[in-house]
């Protein structure tokens, strides 16, 4: 009991912090979060409900064995309640839904369509033919052994999670969801160079007509590939396979989603934000003898390139690799001094303390994305990104993955395939005024 009582103090704790990230947003003018608001929030959510979990499933595991107690004080566990028991300590960490659809989900990877029980299959029937209109990841219509059915909420969100985890587009970009894949046009204007005037009395005013233009989105097909897992495996009922499989599609989707996002070429893929920001044309290139490096005034320059409308938008940010990180952290003044002296100062003053509290240094006052699928310094790369990274939109189709099950094709091998599908689409929403610039290291 001392121990479920501490992890309930911890769970206040963690409250607390959520309530604090949320409460410093309301008192700065009722803004939305920052982006690493955003992810400090997560993170801290993720750990209050795998712990409240394990809370929950240690209560069950404590009930069980009261129920099970002979009158002399023994413990008394018949074959009927290992399942149970084995459930409540394997899966007391990770993150359950315990729905009815979970549940016949999580019997349908393990055991395939034919081997499921009729209530299980029914479950599935139901929530495939749109009697349960609240879940939104609808999955192929396909049937039989090589097919699928509606993923569960709790199913889909480990796999968003684990696509996360991967590089600095997700969260940080902007993000629109449709329910269909048509072709999706996005209305823009440029009225920048148009002001009023001063008229005389009795004087008609003058026509100035608004110059609209638009930026259309699609919905190209990424695939996991098929990802192969051993029956043995499957059959094994101390296995998760339904996190393995969350974890292993999200994260091949998430490479494929930041690397596409990042540098994909818009021709029969996504616009990456690099390649939309170069066609755009607001590009610093550096001069020659500066193919790897970077000096404090290209980093104002690169800002500046960006306007004042943009740039002081709260979604204004940088994004590099880590390798230009290292460049700019190495930035010394005519004294040999590090430009870095935030993260230093702050380093010593704390003892070299790790604050989980404290956001990140800043740059030029705006905060920094590391981005890997972004290009390191060398001669001719794009190196790095600057301005309103909300301008750079993500289009997702029908709010997720879809998930195909194959059974028959490998069952030779004694393995089932799985395989997810994602469609997407990026581009820059640029109505002339480039809101993000990209930086060019030198040819030579």
Not at 204 to 231: K, R, W
Request: charged share 20%; proline share 4%.
């Amino acid at each position: 009991m001392s121990y479920q009582r501490g992890q309930r103090e911890q769970l206040g704790r963690l409250g607390d912090q959520l309530l604090s990230i949320v409460n410093k947003a309301k008192a700065q003018g009722n803004r939305g979060l920052t982006s690493e608001e955003r992810q400090k929030f997560h993170q801290i959510e993720t750990e209050y409900t795998a712990l409240e979990d394990s809370v929950r499933m240690a209560e069950r595991a404590d009930n069980i064995v009261a129920r099970l107690a002979d009158t002399d004080g023994g413990v008394r566990i018949t074959e009927a309640d290992v399942p149970e028991l084995r459930d409540s300590y394997r899966l007391g960490k990770r993150r359950r839904d315990e729905s009815p659809h979970a549940k016949a989900f999580s019997t349908y990877l393990r055991t395939g369509e034919n081997r499921m029980p009729d209530d299980a299959r029914q479950v599935l029937a139901q929530m495939s033919n749109g009697l349960a209109p609240e879940i939104k990841n609808a999955m192929s219509t396909t049937t039989g052994s090589q097919g699928g059915y509606l993923i569960p909420a709790g199913f889909s969100g480990l796999l968003e999670v684990s696509k996360k985890w991967f590089g600095g587009i997700d969260g940080v970009v902007g993000k629109f969801t449709t329910g269909t894949g048509n072709p999706f046009p996005w209305p823009t204007v440029n009225d920048t160079t148009n002001r009023g005037r001063i008229i005389g009395q009795n004087t008609q005013v003058q026509e100035t007509d608004l110059a609209f233009g638009q930026t259309t989105f699609n919905a190209y097909i990424g695939s996991s590939d098929t990802v192969l897992i051993p029956l043995a495996l499957i059959d094994d009922s101390f296995f998760d396979i339904d996190a393995l499989v969350a974890e292993l599609l999200g994260i091949r989707l998430g490479r494929l989603f930041n690397w596409k996002c990042t540098v994909g070429t818009g021709t029969n893929e996504p616009t990456g934000i690099v390649t939309a920001t170069v066609a755009a044309g607001n590009v610093l290139q550096l001069g020659t003898g500066h193919t790897a490096d970077i000096s404090y005034s290209n980093l104002v320059d690169l800002e500046h390139s960006v306007d004042a409308a943009y740039r002081y938008e709260p979604s204004a940010r940088w994004m590099f690799s880590d390798a230009e990180l290292k460049l700019i952290k190495k930035l010394v003044d005519s004294q040999g001094r590090p430009l870095w002296q935030p993260g230093i100062s702050a380093s010593f003053r704390e003892g070299a303390g790790v604050d989980l509290i404290a956001s990140k240094p800043q740059i030029l006052d705006h905060p920094y994305v590391i981005n890997q699928d972004m290009a390191s310094p060398a001669a001719s790369s794009y190196s790095m990104l600057f301005g309103d990274m909300s301008t750079f939109k993500v289009r997702e189709v029908a709010g997720g993955a879809t998930l195909l099950v194959l059974r028959e094709r490998y069952a030779d091998y004694l393995q089932v395939g799985y395989i997810a599908f994602e469609r997407f689409d990026s581009q820059l929403v640029d109505a002339g005024t480039h809101p993000i610039a990209v930086l060019q290291q030198s040819a030579t």
